[in-house]
């Protein structure tokens, strides 16, 4: 039985050609996209070498004849990827328990001053989704604010919301001068008329020094932190708005009251759970 076994397994032979199949389809069809991608970058259809007939129908015959290395090359990248997404969202949660001043980072934040609990927001301001839960979440922190600190991360999705990368911007030059919550509020609870006359009046609203305003939301430390935000999100992979995390928990959607208190729940439970086990 056990000569069996051994006549079943690949010989090292057939594993170092599959391998070097694999290598060549890969390496070929990168230097495909590169030359395409380098054409459509530079806009000059003479500023890079074409890739001839024959290095196509090579490659072609290659994949036409393995077709399945293909399928096993795009499933380990997926599988690299999962696990990716996976590790940096057990570092990201267990950080939230351990080291929750470092999730919070430079982000604005409210509601209890011991951090025990964090309710981390990724948001919209043109999201209706994220208008809808931000009524759920005034509601939870209004009961909740001496136990739960919540946390605003931007998530503008730009390609399908035009107005919220200003209003991100706006809210976090109205946090430069302590009014962040504030702004946030009205930017959720007016949604339907975000633009710039909304931006204005809701700062002079506020009575913000308005120079240091318009000179804040257009700077480059505007940008650079509304961009690590989005970084973060992506490397969790959050595409969509609103989603939220509490320590463990991940919610997503616009979500209803009943939804949060759960969470709640389960987070202090977790809580009560590992004290008794120290």
């Known amino acids: 039985m056990s000569s069996s076994i051994r006549r079943l397994r690949p010989a090292p032979q057939a594993i170092d050609r599959h391998r070097r199949q694999h290598t060549i389809i890969v390496a070929a069809l990168l230097a495909i996209a590169i030359t395409l991608s380098g054409c459509a970058a530079s806009g000059q259809s003479g500023s890079s070498k074409p890739v001839s007939p024959e290095l196509k129908e090579q490659i072609l015959k290659v994949v036409r004849e ?9 499933q380990t990248y ?13 570092s990201f949660l267990q950080q939230m328990i351990s080291n929750p001043g470092a999730v919070i980072g430079d982000s604005p934040a409210t509601g209890a001053a011991d ?9 919209d301001f043109q999201c209706p989704f994220c208008a809808k839960a931000h009524q759920t979440v005034k509601q939870f922190m209004d009961k909740h604010k001496d136990k739960v600190t919540l ?75 509304i961009e690590k935000d989005i970084q973060l999100a992506e490397s969790l992979g ?29 987070v202090r439970a977790a809580a009560a759970a590992g004290a008794a086990g120290k």
């Open 151 to 225: 946390t605003y991360k931007h998530l503008p999705l730009t390609q399908i919301h035009p107005e919220a990368l200003p209003a991100a911007k706006a809210a976090w030059a109205a946090g430069q001068q302590g009014k962040f919550w504030e702004y946030y509020d009205a930017l959720f609870t007016q949604q339907q008329k975000l633009g710039e006359p909304l931006y204005i009046a809701t700062a002079e609203g506020l009575k913000l020094d308005m120079a240091r305003f318009n000179r804040d939301r257009s700077g480059a430390a505007a940008e650079a932190a």
């Open 78 to 90: 997926q599988q690299q990827q999962q696990q990716q997404l996976q590790q940096a969202r057990r």
């Open 115 to 123: 951090r025990k609990i964090v309710l981390v927001e990724f948001s």
């Open 238 to 266: 959050i595409n969509g708005t609103p989603f939220f995390t509490l320590n463990g928990e991940t919610l997503s959607g616009a979500i209803e009251l009943s939804e949060m208190e759960k969470a709640l729940e389960r």
């Open 66 to 74: 393995n077709p399945q290395v293909i399928v096993e090359s795009v």
